[in-house]
């Protein structure tokens, strides 16, 4: 199964914001997982970074960014996904407009997220954290 994590999951996971944490990073643990394929996406990345370093520096946020990258597979976000998103005059939020239609371009058949309304226009299953880890683990 192909996964998409949203910014708000790995930023969960980076400062270990609870009560968040508790599901977001035993979705993110999933990478080890032969049965889900994650994904996310280069500006899910550029957003927890900017919150990273906002509560830890430079220095931490780089090295946590860094961990993710390697443990993740990444999106693109391409002129065709921009224009996609363009199209689109459901969508209200050009920021989770990309995040949908780079996770659409791989084939990912779940969006994980703490903003569901935010993807109110999804034709994949969009599900927060928990409600994940209740369907399809445990």
């Given at each position: 199964m192909k996964i998409f994590l949203d910014a708000n999951i790995?930023?969960?996971?980076i400062n270990k914001e609870f009560p968040l944490f508790t599901y977001s990073s035993r979705v993110v643990s999933l990478t080890g997982?032969?049965?889900?394929?994650?994904?996310t996406s280069p500006l899910s990345l550029a957003i927890a970074y900017y919150f990273a370093e906002k509560k830890h520096g430079n220095t931490i946020a780089?090295?946590?960014?860094?961990?993710?990258?390697?443990?993740f597979n990444i999106t693109s976000i391409a002129e065709k996904t921009i224009i996609a998103v363009d199209k689109n005059k459901k969508i209200h939020d050009f920021e989770d407009g990309l995040q949908y239609y780079s996770a659409l371009?791989?084939?990912?058949t779940c969006i994980i997220t703490e903003d569901k309304n935010g993807f109110y226009y999804s034709e994949i299953e969009?599900?927060?954290a928990r409600k994940f880890m209740e369907k399809y683990i445990l």
């Open positions: 790995l930023i969960s996971v997982n032969p049965r889900f394929l994650v994904y780089r090295n946590k960014i860094s961990l993710l990258i390697h443990h371009e791989v084939g990912c969009v599900l927060s």
